[in-house]
């Protein structure tokens, strides 16, 4: 049984955060480390953790430099074999979930699955946009980021910090980094997280599309991420006809 530490980052989500909470400690897997990092919320969000101490590993509570210094933070207190990411309004897809991805192919160097999107309301959405890929590597993104960081469980060996020169998107940075150094890949085929729309790449979505478009141009190069990029428009405008078809 591999040891699992969860991180979730946290500031001023009082609504959302007991979700959160219940979504990890309720899980039947039992060998979890669990790392609260809040930024010196101010608006009872650390009276709600406070609540569940006795059922998490570690809290911090103070300043950061945003939300990839946090999870920096995290990473640093992080003892576990696996490292996954579940942050404050998203949860994990049900009670059961870590004990099925384990159960899947011990020994991986990192799981992933689905994400089911959810709105403010926790109104589902349905599945992303960007389905999970049958099979998954470094290459993968080149068309779109089409696995969450909620939704992949990373062997801790091939983890680095996230570079904090990308203030939006360096969470494809860390996941194509951690994939370039993974000898197995599984997918687990299930619905494994559920996200909370409108985090901070979709408030500054034209930065976040910055950051993107240079990360790919990085790792896949500047010509075939400007042929990849218009497969991504053609894509999305199919996408939106579509459902504007089934709308109406």
Known sequence: MPKLTIITIVYNNVRDIERTINSVINQTYKKIEYIIIDGKSTDGTLDIVEKYSNQ???IVSEPDKGIYDAMNKGLALATGDYVLFMNSGDEIFDEHTVQEVFDSSPGADIYYGETEMYNDNWESLGRRRHEAPEQFDWTSFKYGMNISHQ???I???ILTPYDLKYKYSSDIDWIIKA?????NIVNVHRYVAKYLVGGMSKKKHRESLKERFQIFT???GLIPNIFNHVII???LLFYFLKHKRTND
Do not use: T
């Not at 994939?179 to 000898?183: G, I, L, P």
């Open 56 to 58: 998490i590993s570690k």
């Open 151 to 153: 939704a992949i469980y």
């Open 155 to 157: 062997r801790k060996s």
């Open 179 to 183: 994939a370039k150094k993974s000898s």
């Open 218 to 220: 990085k790792y896949y």
């Open 233 to 235: 428009a053609g894509n």
